[in-house]
């Protein structure tokens, strides 16, 4: 069989793959299958832990993580008088496809947008700069 190199985030999809395909071959419940798989994520991360903390990202793979971790994190936690949630799902679930499908385009705008926010921190500090010189403060 041939050796094929794949990194840790593709061994951990393929490895949950296969557990599902297992549990489902088994007979096991829809429900049982996310309890277990669950568990199985935890014990990867929990293994894994070093490695993947020496993952470095790109810039819409951050998006996408902040993206996934405040809505199914946090949605819950909200009031729903405070926001709709089912068009929250919605957009969410959309922002993803549209960040996935759109890799370089989404890596550009990250890009262009933090070179306009440091350039208007950096603009902001030169400006304080020159008030506290031109009045002595």
Do not use: W
Not at 70 to 83: P, T
């Amino acid at each position: 069989m041939k050796k094929i190199n794949i990194n840790l985030m593709e061994r951990y999809l393929l490895l949950l793959d296969r557990f599902v395909d297992k549990l489902t071959e088994s007979g096991f419940e829809e429900q049982e299958i996310i309890e277990q798989s669950y568990l199985f994520c935890a014990g990867f991360y929990i293994k894994y832990q070093p490695e993947i903390e020496k993952l470095t990202f790109s810039n819409r793979e951050v998006v996408l993580t902040f993206l996934l971790l405040s809505y199914y994190s946090h949605i819950n936690k909200m009031d729903d008088d405070l926001i709709n949630k089912e068009r929250m799902k919605h957009v969410c679930s959309s922002l993803i496809n549209f960040i996935v499908s759109n890799g370089s385009r989404t890596e550009k705008v990250y890009a262009n947008e933090k070179r306009k926010y440091e350039a208007s921190i950096l603009k902001r500090e030169l400006l304080k700069k020159d008030k506290s010189k031109r009045y002595g403060l």
